[in-house]
T-cell receptor, first 113, second 115 residues
Framework: GENVEQHPSTLSVQEGDSAVIKCTYS??????FPWYKQELGKGPQLIID?????GEKKDQRIAVTLNKTAKHFSLHITETQPEDSAVYFC????????????FGGGTRLMVKP | DADVTQTPRNRITKTGKRIMLECSQT?????MYWYRQDPGLGLRLIYY???????NKGEISDGYSVSRQAQAKFSLSLESAIPNQTALYFC??????????????FGPGTRLTVL
């Protein structure tokens, strides 16, 4: 089955700096790659996703890039703010497997004021 | 997400006890999921259900069972709890539309401790 690895497990940045979280996946059939943000005491919430026919997608300060050849995708957060502090999860899904998501291990992002 | 509720939010139990975690949703979604979260392991799928009559095992179903009582309710049971089932448990839902690109909506989680 699919295996998703996520790095780093923790990331500390200064407010205003950029943060990058990287994920690799194993199954070349995966075609959907969402990113979820989990704030303290809450369930994960989708923040951005990318499909396999797109190389990059942006939404204000966040962007995701996908390299299908290398089987990796990344989350980029620019101009980080304290409210960006959370745990971020990447995931991968194979379309014909019923939208089953395989999650990475998570990255705890800390933005220092 | 306030539309997906889980009860209880916290539970401490003893080894060998039977315990049920409940999930309810008002989003009208057909699909419901149970995950467990462990530090460094992300979220792992326990069971999923595409409708009331369709229940499927996920990656780590051993030691767990589920019941889909209605479209809006999906319960997870631990028949005989053991300490390594101590974890944070999440229920999630998704709509069948735009499959396979469906956003999953997560409840607030249940923190379970098995002593």
């Amino acid at each position: 089955g699919e295996n998703v690895e996520q790095h780093p497990s923790t990331l500390s940045v200064q407010e205003g700096d950029s943060a990058v979280i990287k994920c690799t996946y194993s199954d070349s059939a995966s075609n959907y790659f969402p990113w979820y943000k989990q704030e303290l005491g809450k369930g994960p919430q989708l923040i951005i996703d990318i499909r396999s026919n797109v190389g990059e997608k942006k939404d204000q300060r966040i962007a995701v890039t996908l390299n299908k050849t290398a089987k990796h995708f990344s989350l980029h957060i620019t101009e980080t703010q304290p409210e960006d502090s959370a745990v971020y999860f990447c995931a991968a899904s194979i379309g014909n497997a019923g939208n089953m998501l395989t999650f990475g291990g998570g990255t705890r992002l800390m933005v220092k004021p | 997400d306030a539309d997906v509720t889980q009860t209880p939010r916290n539970r401490i139990t003893k080894t060998g006890k039977r315990i049920m975690l409940e999930c309810s949703q008002t989003k009208g979604h057909d699909r419901m999921y149970w995950y467990r979260q462990d530090p460094g392991l992300g979220l792992r799928l326990i069971y999923y259900s595409f409708d009331v009559k369709d229940i499927n095992k996920g990656e780590i179903s051993d030691g767990y069972s589920v019941s889909r009582q209605a479209q809006a309710k999906f319960s997870l049971s631990l028949e005989s709890a053991i300490p390594n089932q101590t974890a944070l448990y999440f229920c999630a839902t998704s709509d069948r539309g735009l499959w396979p690109y469906n956003e999953q909506f997560f409840g607030p989680g249940t923190r379970l401790t098995v002593l």
